[in-house]
């Protein structure tokens, strides 16, 4: 490895460790969590240098992200958010395309669930979709719908699914709650969600360190438990593939989380800004 990727990677490490104490180690399990049922190793920034994940080019430089179906008012303006939020956490370009219809997805790749009765679209078919028709400058196309997901035989649902070969992913605002009755945490969910699945379309792993936004998660009670914010083993890899200056990224997490009302995230991400500042490393 070249000196000057050393010397890097040893500052991304110095300011990793700078904003650990912020930090809160992962909780135990209850009983149906992700890690109850789930056993992972998780993946360790080290790791993840060595893993060759997907990231952006000279010509691979965009994220796209598709709405499949119709979108009331209020979803499209969280879709919009997400958008914003996306561009920031990552620091790539970001691009709206135009919305296609439910009608890509055939009756081969619907059923109804079996509890709730409600449509659900097969989650690897949605996949394959966006994988034959990424735009050619894409470093990944993230899709969102209304209509519930299930990634198939032993499955109840998912809140989204993505694919490290590919890139690609998709989530479903359907069970991120009434955006008329509480728009703040139906935003918060519908964010969570995405950071979550972009971080998978680069290569990330579930966390099984700390409490964080790259935790897996089986439920909406364990999901609203879990912060926005990525720890300090996954912002490492953010960092270190994307080129990102950590504080200034804080700093514009921080004014979305502002201009959007999620005063808890706006909080932490001002207290990681002061704490990379403080470090001096960047």
């Given at each position: 490895m070249p000196e000057r990727e050393i010397d890097i990677i040893a500052a991304i490490q110095s300011v990793g460790a700078a904003i650990a104490p912020l930090?809160?180690?992962?909780?135990?399990?209850?009983?149906g969590d992700w890690l109850s049922v789930h056993d992972e190793p998780g993946q360790t920034f080290l790791e993840y240098l060595a893993s060759d994940?997907?990231?952006p080019t000279r010509s691979r430089t965009t994220l796209y992200v598709q709405p499949i179906g119709n979108f009331q008012p209020l979803h499209s303006e969280a879709i919009a958010a997400t958008a914003d939020l996306l561009g920031r956490f990552y620091w790539v370009p970001v691009r709206m395309l135009d919305p296609i219809g439910t009608?890509?997805?055939p009756n081969r790749a619907r059923r109804r669930n079996p509890f709730t009765g409600h449509e659900q679209f097969l989650t690897g078919y949605i996949l394959d979709h966006l994988s034959m028709n990424k735009p050619a400058d894409a470093v990944a196309v993230l899709a969102l719908t209304t209509t519930d997901l299930w990634p198939g035989e032993g499955w109840n649902f998912l809140f989204g699914e993505a694919s490290f070969d590919d890139s690609v992913g998709v989530w479903s605002l359907n069970r991120m709650g009434?955006?008329?009755l509480d728009p703040t945490t139906f935003l918060r969910r519908t964010l969570k969600i995405a950071v979550h699945e972009t971080g998978h379309m680069f290569g990330i792993w579930h966390c099984t360190r700390f409490d964080c936004g790259m935790n897996g998660c089986n439920h909406q009670e364990e999901a609203d438990r879990q912060p926005m914010w990525f720890c300090p083993e996954e912002e490492m890899k953010i960092w270190w593939g994307f080129g990102i200056d950590p504080a200034e990224r804080y700093r514009q997490l921080a004014g979305f989380s502002e201009g959007h009302r999620l005063n808890h995230?706006?909080?932490f991400w001002r207290l990681s800004e002061q704490a990379v500042r403080n470090n001096g490393t960047f």
């Open positions: 930090h809160r180690p992962i909780q135990p399990s209850h009983e994940p997907v990231l009608r890509i997805v009434d955006p008329d995230e706006a909080a």
